[in-house]
């Protein structure tokens, strides 16, 4: 590449050319001058502003050229990066989505990429106010480095921290270091993919036999409605884009439920849309014990990977939703601590179930729970289910 070619006063410079630009051409650029790259994202920046196809293209550009940056050692690069996503993050609602994405993804790379000293120094002032574009990437910032354990007993990190929460973001209540339960967050198993077969299911979870009393107990079961909660519990995955809205159904029993009659048996009797016509087809409902971490774990993955119809949240981001999402299942509301949540989770009887219906799909991923709380006499049930079936038809 000539010194013409990378020129901010060249034709060659312009929007068209950067576009095409190569992952390892922007990385070169990075490492050699930030400057002149971060002087082509200012003015691509100008053109994401337009409706249309090229303002999209635009910001797409511009994301390509800060995670660049961001991917590189560098305390200037950290700061360009930063600096690019505050000039995006202003665009209206019909780039919302792009401009998120993108902060949200050069908080990741710069998290995963920059020495800790090199991402203080982003912090030096607090903020005013939760509507300026230079708060929202560095509270994505905070909310990576809490998924690594990192940042805590900093003074600069620790202050802006506390500012957050006292301006309410959203982020700021999260711990700021990862918790026991939250284990599994984005770590893959090779071979544990998502759970699409009776004998996967069996082979994970240990299976709970039905009873007969169980199914009793079921059909006393009274439904109350609560669309509000039944939103926050189906957070993860319309966040996300999963294909079809999920269920989420709330129950009072009479009296205390046997935990050995809470099984698949007591599930059928609920008028759950998911189970609708359920043993006319081929293939038996059935129910497995889990535990807490196993549904947070589903839970953040969900938001973080997205579905066939949306796309993955950040890290921080798909953490805060899991984690909104198993309160409103416990029906915990938002000010009880994280500890309390989790040993009231750990008191919580906790099933995954399967079943063969219409509703389900076998195919993309499916996921359904239904939890039991201390007390045996409120049942909450999830089911959701993605799939590119109508996308290939």
């Known amino acids: 590449m000539?010194?013409?070619?990378?020129?901010?006063?060249?034709?060659?410079?312009?929007?068209?050319?950067?576009?095409?630009?190569?992952?390892?051409?922007?990385?070169?650029?990075?490492?050699?001058?930030?400057?002149?790259?971060y002087e082509a994202a200012e003015q691509l920046?100008?053109?994401?502003?337009?409706e249309g196809p090229e303002g999209l293209s635009a910001a797409r550009a511009v994301g390509r050229i800060a995670d660049a940056l961001a991917d590189t050692r560098s305390r200037d690069c950290a700061r360009f990066a930063v600096a690019i996503v505050e000039l995006l993050l202003p665009l209206g609602p019909e780039r919302r989505a792009e401009s998120n994405r993108v902060g949200r993804s050069v908080a990741e790379t710069l998290v995963k990429s920059q020495q800790l000293r090199d991402l203080e120094v982003l912090f030096g002032e607090l903020p005013e106010r939760l509507d300026d574009p230079a708060v929202e990437v560095r509270a994505c910032v905070l909310g990576e480095l809490a998924m690594i354990g990192a940042g805590r007993g900093r003074p600069a990190l620790d202050a802006y921290a506390e500012r957050l929460r006292e301006l309410g973001h959203p982020l700021a209540r999260l711990p700021r270091t990862?918790?026991?339960?939250?284990?599994?967050?984005?770590?893959?198993?090779?071979?544990?993919?998502?759970?699409?077969?009776?004998?996967?299911?069996?082979?994970?979870?240990?299976?709970?036999?039905?009873?007969?009393?169980?199914?009793?107990?079921?059909?006393?079961?009274?439904?109350?409605?609560?669309?509000?909660?039944?939103?926050?519990?189906?957070?993860?995955?319309?966040v996300s884009g999963w294909s079809r809205e999920p269920e989420a159904r709330f129950f009072a029993l009479p009296g205390p439920l046997d935990p050995d009659d809470f099984n698949i048996a007591f599930v059928k009797e609920l008028p759950l849309d998911c189970l609708e016509g359920e043993g006319t087809r081929r293939g038996g409902a059935l129910t497995c014990h889990t535990t807490p971490d196993d549904v947070i774990n589903e839970l953040f993955a969900a938001a973080h990977n997205g579905g066939v119809n949306g796309q993955g949240q950040g890290?921080?981001?798909?953490?805060?939703?899991?984690?909104?999402?198993?309160?409103?299942?416990?029906?915990?509301?938002?000010?009880?601590?994280?500890?309390?949540?989790?040993r009231h989770a750990a008191d919580c009887r906790w099933?995954?179930?399967?079943?063969?219906?219409?509703?389900?799909?076998?195919?993309?991923?499916?996921?359904a729970f239904a939890v039991l709380d201390p007390s045996g006499t409120r049942v909450t049930v999830l089911a959701a289910t993605d799939t590119d079936a109508d996308a290939r038809v």
């Open 315 to 342: 890290a921080e981001y798909a953490r805060l939703h899991a984690w909104n999402s198993l309160y409103a299942l416990m029906g915990l509301p938002d000010d009880i601590p994280f500890p309390e949540a989790v």
């Open 2 to 37: 000539s010194d013409n070619d990378v020129t901010p006063g060249d034709a060659a410079f312009r929007q068209p050319r950067w576009e095409q630009a190569g992952t390892a051409e922007l990385k070169q650029l990075a490492e050699s001058r930030p400057e002149e790259l």
């Open 45 to 50: 920046c100008r053109s994401a502003f337009r």
């Open 351 to 367: 099933l995954r179930f399967m079943a063969f219906t219409d509703w389900f799909h076998h195919d993309t991923a499916d996921v």
């Open 178 to 238: 990862r918790l026991d339960v939250e284990h599994r967050f984005g770590v893959r198993v090779r071979g544990l993919g998502s759970v699409k077969t009776p004998d996967q299911l069996r082979s994970r979870f240990p299976e709970i036999p039905p009873t007969d009393s169980g199914a009793a107990v079921g059909r006393t079961a009274v439904e109350s409605h609560d669309a509000e909660r039944a939103a926050t519990v189906a957070e993860p995955f319309t």
